[in-house]
């Protein structure tokens, strides 16, 4: 399983973009890389996946690094109920189960 | 479009007794999995079921025993609560798991907040 490394925080005006790291630098070939979200007191919330392209869904868009080693989940008008612990996570081909680390906190501020 | 309901969503409960903490899924998700959630420990895979009749350990199982009969339906049980098992339990869902490709987003439940006394 690819294990991810993500800053524990970070910080975010309001109706800016949010720019969330993720290194995966051990990924497989045929692992997956999905972001999760959680707001405080709340159930996990599935965000978006991608294998090697970038995605882009209602949400968020992902963007890839083409060796595959580390992505950015983008977050183009964050607002306050943005703030939440997001969580990059290794899933698909051998890593068979979402494997939550600490995540980044990221707070959006007025 | 009820997705994933969770039930109770608070229990308080002391040492020793069972609790059956439900799960229910809308969406005919062959997948179900139970987390529970600690603070320091951040979710971990409790069990999961592949499909009806068909369960598998997780992470940490010890103390819990789970069923499915039925494909929308996932209860957790713990035949005799201790207080090391106080803890959120999340309920999540998905289409298809257990590694491989395509899309294995897993949908979670509101959370049930268990205190053992």
């Known amino acids: 399983d690819a294990k991810t490394t993500q800053p524990p925080s970070m910080d975010c005006a309001e109706g800016r973009a949010a720019n969330l790291p993720c290194n995966h630098s051990?990924?497989?070939?045929?692992?997956?890389v999905y972001w999760y979200r959680q707001i405080h007191s709340q159930g996990p919330q599935y965000i978006i996946h991608?294998?090697?392209n970038n995605e882009t869904n209602e949400m968020a868009s992902l963007i890839i690094t083409e060796d595959r080693k580390s992505s950015t989940l983008i977050l183009p008008h964050a607002t306050l109920r943005d703030t939440a612990v997001y969580y990059c996570i290794g899933l698909g081909g051998s890593a068979r189960q979402l494997t939550f680390g600490s995540g980044t906190q990221l707070t959006v501020l007025p | 479009d009820a997705g994933i309901t969770q039930s109770p969503r608070y229990k308080i409960t002391e040492t020793g007794r069972q609790v059956t903490l439900m799960c229910h899924q809308t969406?005919?998700?062959?997948?179900m999995f139970w987390y529970r959630q600690d603070l320091g420990h951040g979710l971990r895979l409790i069990y999961y079921s592949a499909a009806a009749d068909i369960t598998d350990k997780g992470e940490v199982p010890d103390g819990y025993v789970v069923s499915r009969s039925k494909t929308e339906n996932f209860p957790l049980t713990l035949e005799s609560a201790t207080r090391s098992q106080t803890s959120v339990y999340f309920c999540?869902?998905?289409?298809?798991?257990?590694?491989?490709?395509?899309?294995?987003?897993?949908?979670f439940g509101p959370g049930t907040r268990l205190l053992v006394l």
């Open positions: 051990t990924i497989s070939g045929n692992e997956y």
């Open positions: 991608g294998l090697k």
């Open positions: 999540a869902s998905s289409r298809r798991g257990g590694g491989g490709t395509g899309d294995l987003s897993q949908y």
């Open positions: 969406w005919s998700h062959s997948y």
